[in-house]
Each structure stands twice: as structure tokens, then as C-alpha cells.
């Protein structure tokens, strides 16, 4: 087919190279989609999508937070590879960008002739990861789908690659209008305990809130506030409402795609995290690598190109790029895609550089900590030491097998990288941009 498509032989006529388009719904978690089989029909858009497309149902991010996740995505380097968002945010506002030389998907597409536009609501994207596209548009969700409806109505006639990044699953967390959330929690009246954690436009609670003078998810994340059922149902309603709305929200785009004549290309959806929802006592992301923020989806559909169905191989953001180059042509041999779309079935790394351990979850990025996941294992590795699960039947990873399986370990233990973490390149925040982010819930600590 692909030999087809790249017209090879003289006799064949020259198919043009597929249209691309990435949407990354912003820290959705696997489980909480209705096509992974959540409960709530949260996910209408991505599970018809996933009806005609590959989906694979244990794809992992290669870390729990935004920066390191998209620079692997837009790249097919792990984070340890391009040194994006290695140490977080220092104390002095210091940020490490992608090293210089890296292979960015969009550089070598604009390369090719595509047409490379990045529309964003996550503001972390403006700072070195917006390589390569020559038109680029940061805004709220509104604004973001309000660029690419306008863009797409433009004629032109060159291959397209347009990657869109959703927010409205990250807290915090608006009411949006599902059937799940009470009419009272919809207009904005909510029960005494979220009372301090109201937004301040619109309905919802926002969980980095101030309650005493210290955020509600530090006090959760710290132990100093346990959450009960009833509060962790109310959490999660609002989160999965999020959830919703960003599938609006690719409803959207993938309207206006098809609209402008792209419904034969290739989609990818994913996202860059997950979210805890009050598994193991905590709230949000980013300082773990627990199944709540690494598991998260992922769907290549092509129609009349890639089969329809589900692959429960490993898979990672890092095989997304090569996979679209060697789909579009670009570079047929590119090694590391996808399993079932031109890559081997092989056990993926995921990389946290925060801890793991609750008590310690003030010493953000302090303990670089490596996770290995294979077919039915998963390796934990950190200042803990080393853990092994069986991540098919225990799920919650409350078992340790290293002492039960220790050829296991040995095995998972020769896939992590032995070369030294590649040092990105140092670039200062400025205080509008450490503001932004700090809305996000990020920056905490830094001055
Ligand atoms: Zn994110």
C-alpha cells in the first residue's frame, strides 16, 4: 500500500502525501475514556474515531507532565534523549528546553513540502517546542478551535500537518454541561467542603486553590487532607466533564478537517498525562509515574490505509513520529514506529523526574525515577528502589514481585538507557509566562 501511495513505479499515478493531523487532548487519562471503556459516555468523537481506527489500549507517556511529554511526541525522542523539562522549573525561573539538533516531526514535513501549523491552549508549548511550524496559535480552547475552523476554510494546495493541543480536561475544573453533574453543581453551588475551591469565572472548582493559605492539592498530596468518597466523586464528575469537553472540542476540529477536505489523511489522537483523581491519596499530575498519569490514549486512524481494530502491545509518544514519517514517505525506513505500523512490539520506558513517595512530593523533581513497561510487567525504578508488578492483574500496583521475580527484573532492568541523560538548553521564563503557568497549577516554589 505504501509503495502504492509513493508511486514507485512509472506506471503508477503519484498519490499525494496524506494530510496529518495530531490532536493532544491535554491530561486525559486512558481510563476515563468512553472507547477504553469508562462508564460515562464522555467520549463520543473519540470512540467513533477509534471505531475505524488502531487503538492502542496500553500506550503510555513518557512522563506525567506537559513539557517533556510534547517535546517526545513532536520529536520520537525520549525525554532523557532531548532533555526537555529535565529538573522542571529551578528556583531562579530557569527552564531546560530540548537540546539544540533535535529531529523535530514538523521541521522535516515543512522539509518535505507539508504545511506545518500548531494551534495550543497548553501555554508550556511556546517554549522551544513550537519548532518547525510556520504558523503557530496560542489561546484558550475557545480561541484555539475558533484559529483552526478559520485556517482550514483557507485553500491550500500543499500536504497538511495541523496539530492542536485541547486544555479543557486540565484543572481546573469547569462544569461543563453532561448529564452527570447536578443542575446545583452546574450553576455553581457547591457543597461547603469545594466551597473555597469555587472558580472565579464560571462554575466548577479549581483544586490548586488556596484553603489557609496552602493549595487544596498540597494539602491532599501531603497528606495533611484525605479525601472522602464523596469529595473524589465530585472531583472526578468535574474532571470527566472536562474530559467531554475537550472531545467537543475535537469534534470541532475534526469537522472542520473533514469540511476542508482532509477526511482521507491520517488522525492521531493522544494526550501527555493523565490526572490522579484521588488514587493512592493524591490529586494531579506530574510528580509520579503511576498508571493514573502515564496510561493515556492513543488512536492512529487512516481510512482505507491502517485496519480498524486494537493492539494491547506496549507502545509510546515516542513512536508517533517515525510512524508518520515513514506513513507519509517522508522517511520510509524511520525505525521506532508503532507496533503493527512499521515498529517491533517492544517493552517502553516511561520517565518521571519527580518521586513517587507522598511524603516526599515537596521535593518536586528531586528523584529522577524510570519506569519499563512490557506486555503484562511493569518496572518501577527510583529512590525507593526497584518494584515490579504484574500490571494485568493488579492494576492499583499494590504487589511488589521484585524479590518473586528477579530474572524479570534483570530483563526490564537491561532496557533502561545507560547513557547519561542529554542536557537541554537553559532558557529563562519570563514573570507574564511564570504567571500563566502558575494559573496551570505549575511554578509552585519558584519565585
Ligand atoms: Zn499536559
Given at each position: 500500500m505504501l509503495l502504492l501511495l509513493l508511486g514507485c513505479t512509472t506506471e503508477e499515478p503519484v498519490a499525494a502525501p496524506p494530510d496529518v493531523l495530531i490532536v493532544i487532548l491535554d491530561t486525559v487519562r486512558r481510563d476515563r475514556i468512553s472507547a477504553y471503556g469508562h462508564g460515562r459516555k464522555t467520549t463520543p468523537q473519540l470512540d467513533a474515531v477509534s471505531e475505524v481506527g488502531l487503538t492502542f489500549t496500553r500506550a503510555i507517556a513518557p512522563s506525567p507532565w506537559t513539557y517533556p511529554s510534547h517535546a517526545t511526541l513532536f520529536s520520537g525522542l525520549e525525554p532523557w534523549e532531548h532533555?526537555?523539562?529535565?529538573?522542571?522549573?529551578d528556583k531562579s525561573g530557569r527552564l531546560a528546553a530540548p537540546a539544540e539538533g533535535v529531529p523535530w516531526l514538523a521541521e522535516k514535513m515543512r522539509s518535505a513540502g507539508y504545511a506545518t501549523r500548531l494551534a495550543y491552549?497548553?501555554?508550556?508549548?511556546?517554549?522551544?517546542?513550537?519548532?518547525?511550524?510556520e504558523e503557530t496559535f496560542h489561546g484558550g480552547d475557545h480561541e484555539v478551535l475558533a484559529w483552526v475552523e478559520s485556517e482550514l476554510i483557507e485553500p491550500d494546495d500543499r500536504p497538511q500537518l495541523l496539530v492542536v493541543n485541547l486544555l479543557a480536561a486540565h484543572a481546573p475544573y469547569g462544569a461543563y454541561p453532561v448529564p452527570w453533574l447536578s443542575d446545583d453543581v452546574r450553576a455553581g453551588q457547591l457543597p461547603g467542603w469545594a466551597a473555597p475551591l469555587a472558580m472565579e469565572h464560571g462554575a466548577g472548582i479549581n483544586t490548586n486553590a488556596l484553603v489557609d493559605g496552602v493549595r487544596f492539592d498540597e494539602r491532599v498530596n501531603t497528606g495533611q487532607t484525605h479525601l472522602d468518597p464523596e469529595q473524589i466523586g465530585l472531583i472526578g464528575s468535574l474532571y470527566d466533564a472536562g474530559v467531554t469537553a475537550a472531545d467537543r472540542g475535537l469534534n470541532r476540529v475534526l469537522t472542520a478537517w473533514n469540511a476542508a477536505g482532509h477526511g482521507d489523511g491520517i488522525v492521531v489522537i493522544t494526550s501527555d498525562h493523565g490526572e490522579f483523581l484521588g488514587e493512592e491519596g493524591l490529586l494531579d499530575h506530574s510528580f509520579s509515574t503511576r498508571p493514573p498519569v502515564i496510561d493515556v490514549p492513543l488512536v492512529v486512524a487512516w481510512p482505507g490505509s491502517i485496519e480498524a481494530g486494537r493492539s494491547d502491545a506496549p507502545a509510546g509518544l515516542a513512536q508517533v513520529a517515525p510512524t508518520l514519517l515513514r506513513l507519509t514517505g517522508i522517511d520510509p525506513e524511520a525505525p521506532g514506529g508503532l507496533p503493527g505500523l512499521g515498529g517491533a512490539v517492544e517493552p517502553q520506558i516511561a520517565y518521571s523526574?519527580?518521586?513517587?513517595?507522598p511524603s516526599g512530593i515537596?521535593?518536586?523533581?528531586?528523584q529522577p525515577m524510570w519506569r519499563v513497561r512490557s506486555r503484562d510487567r511493569l518496572l518501577e525504578q527510583g529512590g525507593f528502589g526497584t518494584r515490579l508488578y504484574d500490571a494485568e492483574t493488579d492494576p492499583g500496583l499494590t504487589r511488589d514481585l521484585a524479590h518473586v521475580e528477579p530474572e524479570t527484573v534483570a530483563r526490564l532492568e537491561?532496557?533502561?538507557?545507560?547513557a547519561p541523560p542529554v542536557e537541554g538548553r537553559s532558557i529563562e521564563l519570563d514573570a507574564q509566562k511564570r504567571a500563566q503557568l502558575q494559573a496551570l497549577g505549575y511554578m509552585d516554589g519558584a519565585p
Open positions: 532533555g526537555g523539562g529535565s529538573g522542571g522549573v491552549a497548553n501555554g508550556w508549548l511556546e517554549l522551544g517546542l513550537d519548532v518547525g511550524f523526574a519527580e518521586t513517587l513517595d515537596q521535593h518536586h523533581y528531586s537491561a532496557l533502561l538507557p545507560d
